[in-house]
């Protein structure tokens, strides 16, 4: 008698031998998303046939998994952090990001590979895994060496660009458009809208549910429906989900009730995750044209590997020179600057994500290679990492050769900020923010019909109505600071 497999023994299955096999990967001292995605492959299409990459089940969990993933992320990095990380080294972490992208593109085009595969691929390299240095550097108790720190600081603001170089990606390859700075404005326009009106709304609703004596688990609730809310709205503008999952986490970042909500939502991220890599796992060698494995022949997988290992070693080359060169500009030491492009080594499980996506963007016969190419990728620089750490006094021997910048003139700088200008800089903030509000207004009321999302009353007086809402505050802060300005020059 043949029994259907309910899709809660489905679930059920995934999680215990993805765990079995990610608890092993962990023993072996290797990060636990290796064992996620080998879970994958071995349920998937490529042994066991368990799992499909088209299954409802695994494209459901795995976009519920990309959405809560940046929905965290944007919890996670709140906008002052991100001020602070970026003020020391965001000169240098522009510098290795460049140095790392510029190379890697040039190297594959070379290679012959077409533009975009180019650059996203190269575009990858720059993504370390910003969870296995962290548990490292704590492991290690390094979280007070000056060199720990700013590579920490480095992976936040990499992460942070990695995550707009996603959304750009699904954009993409959601909206069908072409035209990178239609997509771009779009983008910017939507981003700040978002994060605005999201923020004003917060704070209402969690000054009434405080007054209410409601606990945090019903703002945890609200700011899920909120995320989930404006990333349909992103959607309908034919952007990526990502970008309003991401800037709804950014904007509840800044809200009082932040930490408990990154508290609360932090489970469901390690749930839906396992069901995202996993889903990853399924996709390896598999061909959507034919919906069905094809491996690769040892030639092809060959050239796979030798790429990889390649490219592996470039991210070992680019973040040594870019700290060893430039490093004294932001007062790292020859010591500091070898610990701190070794803690920037390993690539982590964010390639993944972005592979996901650019698979449905790059061409089709680079698309096949992008999966197998970034699983390689991680597992590479994660065997590289530790024994180069072990031997960094080694590495820094290596590249005690490289000349290095001289360290900048210490001069006292004198900041003024009158007081005028602080008030125009209110005024063009406050009403760049009712443009974009005005802008978006308009968009989402020619696409509104098409969101599924029922309104009381007309399209128009309802368009209207959420406007006002949402600009009234930055109008009226525009046009206290001019009146401010006024009151200044006149007296």
Same mark, same amino acid.
């Given at each position: ?29 290797? #990060? ?10 071995? !349920? ?96 290690? #108790?390094?979280?007070? #060496? #000056? ?120 489970? !469901?991220?390690?749930?839906? !995750? ?40 470039? %991210? %070992? ?70 024994? %180069? ?103």
């Amino acid at each position: 008698m043949v029994f259907e497999v309910i899709p809660l023994t489905t679930i059920g299955v995934i999680i215990i031998i993805a765990l079995g096999i990610s608890i092993f990967i962990k023993k072996l001292g290797q #990060n636990e998303v290796i064992g996620f995605i080998l879970a994958g492959f071995l !349920l998937g299409p490529f042994w066991l046939g368990f799992l499909h990459p088209t299954d409802a089940l695994v494209s459901g969990f795995a976009e519920l998994g990309l959405f809560i993933l940046l929905f965290y992320l944007g919890i996670e990095l709140s906008w002052k952090e991100f001020l602070s990380a970026g003020s020391t080294v965001f000169g240098l972490a522009i510098i290795d990001m460049l140095l790392i992208t510029g190379v890697g593109t040039a190297i594959l085009l070379l290679l012959g590979y077409s533009l975009f595969f180019s650059i996203v691929v190269a575009a990858m390299l720059s993504n370390t895994s910003t969870a296995l240095v962290a548990k490292f550097i704590i492991d290690k #108790n390094l979280l007070k #060496n #000056n060199a720990a720190k700013v590579a920490l600081s480095i992976n936040v603001l990499q992460d942070f660009l990695g995550i707009l170089l996603l959304v750009f990606l699904t954009s993409m390859a959601g909206s069908g458009k072409t035209n990178p700075l239609s997509i771009a404005l779009i983008a910017l326009v939507f981003a700040t809208s978002a994060f605005y009106a999201v923020h004003r709304l917060t704070r209402i609703v969690e000054a009434w549910m405080k007054k209410n004596n409601f606990g945090h688990a019903q703002i945890t609730l609200y700011a899920l429906g909120i995320g989930l809310i404006v990333s349909t709205l992103g959607s309908a503008l034919g952007l990526s989900t990502a970008i309003g999952a991401y800037f709804a986490g950014f904007a509840l970042s800044e809200t009082s009730s932040g930490k408990k909500i990154k508290r609360d939502v932090i489970f !469901l991220v390690d749930f839906f !995750l396992v069901f995202f890599f996993v889903g990853f796992g399924t996709t390896i060698f598999f061909d959507t044209a034919i919906n069905s494995v094809v491996l690769p022949s040892l030639g092809e997988f060959s050239v796979i590997a030798a790429l990889a290992i390649g490219l592996s070693l470039l %991210v %070992v080359l680019a973040h040594s020179l870019s700290t060893r060169i430039f490093g004294t500009l932001f007062g790292l030491n020859a010591e500091d600057a070898s610990l701190s492009a070794i803690l920037l080594f390993p690539l982590g499980e964010f390639l993944i994500v972005i592979s996901t996506v650019a698979k449905d963007i790059v061409p089709a016969a680079e698309a096949k290679m992008v999966g197998a190419l970034a699983f390689l990728l991680i597992i590479i620089t994660l065997l590289i990492f530790q024994p %180069v750490y072990e031997f960094r006094r080694l590495h820094q021997r290596l590249f005690s050769v490289i000349p290095r910048l001289p360290a900048p003139k210490q001069t006292t700088i004198k900041q003024h900020t009158p007081y005028t200008i602080k008030q125009a800089k209110k005024i063009a903030l406050n009403l760049f923010i009712v443009l974009c509000l005005a802008a978006i207004t308009v968009q989402l009321y020619k696409a509104l019909p098409n969101v599924g999302i029922p309104v009381i009353y007309s399209r128009q007086f309802t368009a209207a109505i959420i406007f006002a809402f949402f600009a009234a505050t930055p109008f009226f802060t525009a046009l206290r600071a001019f009146k401010r300005i006024v009151k200044q020059t006149t007296h």
